[in-house]
């Protein structure tokens, strides 16, 4: 089992930047691939972003391309996504998910974070 939990939402304006954190507890972190995924209000949740278990290894959906960061710190169990260049439409709930194996941009991952609100104003 891992649980694990975001942190680093919030409001900021358009051009903005903003980190996210997601810390994991449970098994062992290095073993899972990570992602990040977003939910804005009446839409399904999307891929943005995901890192290999030994972090060599990112991919981005096209909407993060250029302006989103995915990295990991596997001696502190801790997920990153740098985001700059803000824009409205990336308001939504982000999540982060753990599954074992490899990078997945599908929804298929074995844990999930409840959320952090990141609303971007114009």
């Known amino acids: 089992q891992v649980q694990l939990v975001e942190s680093g939402g919030g409001l900021v304006q358009a051009g903005d930047s903003l980190a996210l954190s997601c810390t994991a507890s449970g098994r062992a972190f290095r073993n899972y691939a990570m992602g990040w995924f977003r939910q804005a209000p009446g839409k399904e949740r999307e891929f943005v972003a995901a890192?290999?278990?030994?972090?060599?290894?990112?991919v981005y959906a096209d909407s993060a391309k250029g302006r989103f960061t995915v990295s990991r710190d596997n001696i502190k169990n801790t997920m990153y996504l740098q985001m700059n260049s803000l824009k409205s439409e990336d308001t939504a709930i982000y999540s982060c998910?753990?599954?074992?194996?490899?990078?997945?941009?599908?929804?298929?991952?074995?844990?999930w974070g409840q959320g952090t609100q990141v609303t971007v104003s114009s």
């Open positions: 890192i290999s278990m030994g972090g060599a290894q990112t």
């Open positions: 998910a753990a599954r074992g194996g490899g990078i997945a941009t599908s929804g298929n991952y074995d844990y």
